[in-house]
């Protein structure tokens, strides 16, 4: 007697019909002119080296990576036009999710035009913030020009992920391209760790107020990228239908991802992945009891004993490769308020709130909020500015004001639009795009959490993965599944 294998449930099959009309779409990309096939080819293989050469480049920080980062967004942005002159199909209601990244950016130039003669430069260290006087809404006009030109790079990048991957199998590609970076990159973070010397990738000398893990110099970011991308292979191990060894592979990828960033002893990013999980999981239930009832539905392993297998095998082997630094960093919750990151963290937080207070409408300017910040507060590093808030919503607020906090409410909104649409339609998918956008979505959702406690999306290799993230998951088309239904 032989048994079938059980394969990842999924809604009711697809119908002939379906399957013409997906064929009957692959038939019309490959009739495109073949120089926009070519430049379609650059575009998405520019993208997919640009996220992770930045990751690897200290997560493009720097001033050398950042122009590089930048000065490449510009070739980008120059194929796209060419791309979209010879290539006259493409929808121009998929761009409507980036609008509010180019409002942002329009915000950012209005707070840079100045209405009169430049003030004075003033060391905003030595005098009170009401002597900080300028003509321009930005308190530091030119680190508002360079935000603006690296959220200019990011709207092209992001402008590129939306039309590189309405294909499905450029979809699956980004997908297994950053499963296997992520793998490979945690291998690293923990050899880097166990046999730190002092130096970043054992050459690169750091200063001692940062905390370095793998290639970035701060554990939260390297955890940041963790939870942009485990949750990808996590949802094809939950929803997508593939073979015994390829869910071995991805499960083993999985593995060591979470294993990695435990190991950076990042709290926040440990609590933003057990949120990632938590929400991959009730997804997973509500779908079995909601598909259940299809007369063709087919049964599969429970999702709760695939992540319970998984979660052992993770707490074994963090335990194993380091037991006491963990136990020492999750040792002081008991300190409860009083514990050092809490302190710190509430005390620029409170002097971060009196500055949107100060300057509620507009903010202080996007990327002026390490020159302002000395005048509200200090930082923990004693010859080191504090550069960032530590809480991206915050962030947003002393930046850009309420301005920026409609313009990124507006970005939310639009996603949840399209994630309403794709729900409502959710069976029709093919499984493995039910399991991008379903993994896509609690990456986004992780990094969220993790915002409240950190600065991910200030980095700009993390801004790039959570930008190409969301691509990923609205990238499938609704009304194109609807013409399949039809």
Same mark, same amino acid.
């Given at each position: 007697?032989?048994?079938?294998?059980?394969?990842?449930?999924?809604?009711?099959?697809?119908?002939?019909?379906?399957?013409?009309? %997906?064929?009957?779409?692959?038939?019309?990309?490959? *009739?495109?002119?073949?120089?926009?096939?070519?430049?379609?080819?650059?575009?998405?293989?520019?993208?997919?080296?640009?996220?992770?050469?930045?990751?690897?480049?200290?997560?493009?920080?720097?001033?050398?990576?950042?122009?590089?980062?930048?000065?490449?967004?510009?070739?980008?942005?120059?194929?796209?036009?060419?791309?979209?002159?010879?290539?006259?199909?493409?929808?121009?209601?998929?761009?409507?999710?980036?609008?509010?990244?180019?409002?942002?950016?329009?915000?950012? %130039?209005?707070?840079?035009?100045?209405?009169?003669?430049?003030?004075?430069? /003033?060391?905003?260290?030595?005098?009170?913030?009401?002597?900080?006087?300028?003509?321009?809404?930005?308190?530091?006009?030119?680190?508002?020009?360079? @935000?603006?030109?690296?959220?200019?790079?990011? *709207?092209?990048?992001? %402008?590129?992920?939306?039309?590189?991957?309405?294909?499905?199998?450029?979809?699956?590609?980004?997908?297994?391209?950053?499963? /296997?970076?992520?793998? @490979?990159?945690?291998?690293?973070?923990?050899?880097?760790?166990?046999?730190?010397?002092?130096?970043?990738?054992?050459?690169?000398?750091?200063?001692?107020?940062?905390?370095?893990?793998?290639?970035?110099?701060?554990?939260?970011?390297?955890?940041?990228?963790?939870?942009?991308?485990?949750?990808?292979?996590?949802?094809?191990? #939950?929803?997508?239908?593939?073979?015994?060894?390829?869910?071995?592979?991805?499960?083993?990828?999985?593995?060591?991802?979470?294993?990695?960033?435990?190991?950076?002893?990042?709290?926040?990013?440990? #609590?933003?992945?057990?949120?990632?999980?938590?929400?991959?999981?009730?997804?997973?239930?509500?779908?079995?009891?909601?598909?259940?009832? @299809?007369?063709?539905?087919?049964?599969?392993?429970?999702?709760?004993?695939? /992540?319970?297998?998984?979660?052992?095998?993770?707490?074994?082997?963090?335990?194993?490769?380091?037991?006491?630094?963990?136990?020492?960093?999750?040792?002081?919750?008991?300190?409860?308020?009083?514990?050092?990151?809490?302190?710190?963290?509430?005390?620029?937080?409170? *002097?971060?709130?009196?500055?949107?207070?100060?300057?509620?409408?507009?903010?202080?300017?996007?990327?002026?909020?390490?020159?302002?910040?000395?005048?509200?507060?200090?930082?923990?590093?004693?010859?080191?500015?504090?550069?960032?808030?530590?809480?991206?919503?915050?962030?947003?607020?002393?930046?850009?004001?309420?301005?920026? *906090?409609?313009?990124?409410?507006?970005?939310?909104?639009?996603?949840?639009?399209?994630?309403?649409?794709?729900?409502?339609?959710?069976?029709?998918?093919?499984?493995?795009?039910?399991?991008?956008?379903?993994?896509?979505?609690?990456?986004?959702?992780?990094?969220?959490?993790?915002?409240?406690?950190?600065?991910?999306?200030?980095?700009?290799?993390?801004?790039?993965?959570?930008?190409?993230?969301?691509?990923?998951?609205?990238?499938?088309?609704? @009304?194109?599944?609807?013409?399949?239904?039809?």
């Amino acid at each position: 007697m032989t048994t079938k294998a059980a394969p990842s449930y999924c809604a009711p099959k697809k119908n002939h019909k379906m399957e013409r009309t %997906v064929i009957a779409a692959e038939k019309k990309a490959a *009739a495109q002119p073949r120089a926009a096939r070519w430049l379609g080819k650059i575009i998405f293989a520019d993208l997919l080296a640009t996220a992770v050469l930045s990751v690897l480049a200290f997560g493009a920080v720097e001033p050398w990576s950042l122009a590089i980062f930048e000065l490449n967004a510009l070739l980008l942005a120059v194929l796209l036009a060419i791309k979209f002159v010879i290539d006259l199909r493409f929808d121009l209601k998929r761009l409507q999710i980036a609008l509010p990244v180019f409002a942002l950016l329009l915000l950012g %130039v209005a707070q840079i035009i100045s209405s009169g003669s430049p003030a004075p430069i /003033i060391a905003p260290e030595d005098v009170g913030i009401n002597d900080l006087t300028t003509r321009a809404l930005s308190f530091d006009p030119q680190a508002t020009r360079e @935000a603006a030109v690296k959220l200019l790079a990011l *709207a092209v990048y992001f %402008v590129a992920a939306l039309h590189s991957l309405r294909d499905s199998s450029r979809r699956r590609s980004t997908i297994l391209t950053l499963a /296997i970076f992520g793998f @490979a990159v945690s291998i690293f973070a923990i050899a880097q760790r166990l046999t730190y010397n002092g130096k970043m990738y054992w050459v690169r000398p750091v200063s001692a107020y940062i905390a370095p893990y793998g290639p970035y110099g701060n554990y939260n970011h390297f955890a940041g990228m963790v939870e942009l991308i485990l949750p990808l292979p996590l949802a094809y191990l #939950l929803f997508a239908r593939i073979g015994a060894e390829q869910r071995a592979l991805w499960a083993f990828s999985v593995v060591m991802m979470a294993v990695a960033a435990i190991f950076s002893l990042s709290r926040g990013g440990i #609590l933003a992945l057990a949120a990632e999980v938590a929400a991959l999981l009730l997804v997973n239930s509500f779908l079995r009891k909601r598909w259940e009832k @299809a007369e063709n539905f087919s049964p599969r392993a429970n999702g709760k004993i695939l /992540i319970a297998s998984a979660a052992i095998v993770v707490i074994v082997m963090s335990l194993w490769i380091g037991y006491e630094p963990l136990v020492k960093r999750f040792g002081s919750i008991k300190e409860g308020a009083s514990e050092y990151s809490v302190v710190t963290r509430a005390e620029y937080w409170r *002097a971060s709130w009196r500055m949107f207070l100060d300057h509620p409408v507009f903010g202080v300017g996007l990327g002026a909020f390490p020159a302002i910040y000395p005048s509200y507060g200090r930082s923990s590093a004693k010859y080191e500015r504090l550069e960032q808030a530590h809480n991206d919503y915050l962030q947003l607020l002393t930046d850009a004001g309420l301005a920026g *906090a409609m313009i990124g409410l507006w970005f939310l909104v639009e996603i949840v639009r399209v994630a309403r649409a794709q729900w409502r339609k959710l069976e029709t998918f093919r499984s493995r795009d039910r399991a991008a956008l379903i993994g896509g979505y609690a990456a986004v959702f992780g990094l969220l959490v993790h915002s409240f406690t950190d600065f991910n999306l200030q980095i700009a290799a993390n801004a790039l993965l959570f930008l190409l993230v969301v691509a990923l998951a609205i990238s499938v088309d609704p @009304a194109a599944v609807g013409e399949k239904r039809s």
